[in-house]
């Protein structure tokens, strides 16, 4: 089982630049994925990018494509995710995930992660 920790939440301007971060510890499969998803208040938790641990190979929701970067270090078992051009409508809690190899080959990414960590809060001001 791996363990998620988030940082790097905070409250920016419209416009503005914040990177996510998410530690995993204990076992991460490195023929799974991992992603980041997001929740703002009253609505449905949503798939924001994804990254296939092995190949590199990405994936981003329409709604940030071109001003969010997913990325990952091996050796520090960290995942990031870059947001640039921020908007109000990307405020919510921003959540790490991870799946191992055969939960990543199952299905859409958006559908089988199967750690979570609990998340760090964006807050984008007008």
């Known amino acids: 089982q791996v363990q998620l920790v988030e940082s790097g939440g905070g409250s920016v301007q419209a416009g503005g630049s914040l990177r996510l971060s998410c530690v995993a510890s204990?076992?991460?499969?490195?023929?799974?994925?991992m992603g980041w998803f997001r929740q703002a208040p009253g609505l449905e938790r949503e798939g924001v990018a994804a990254i296939y641990i092995g190949s590199g190979i990405t994936y981003y929701d329409d709604s940030v494509r071109g001003r969010f970067t997913i990325s990952q270090d091996f050796a520090e078992s960290t995942l990031y995710l870059q947001m640039n051009s921020l908007k109000p409508e990307d405020s919510a809690m921003y959540y790490c995930?991870?799946?191992?190899?055969?939960?990543?080959?199952?299905?859409?990414?958006?559908?089988?992660?199967?750690?979570w960590g609990k998340g760090t809060l964006v807050t984008i001001s007008s």
């Open positions: 995930a991870a799946g191992t190899a055969r939960d990543c080959t199952s299905g859409p990414w958006r559908d089988v992660m199967g750690s």
């Open positions: 204990g076992y991460l499969d490195r023929g799974g994925c």
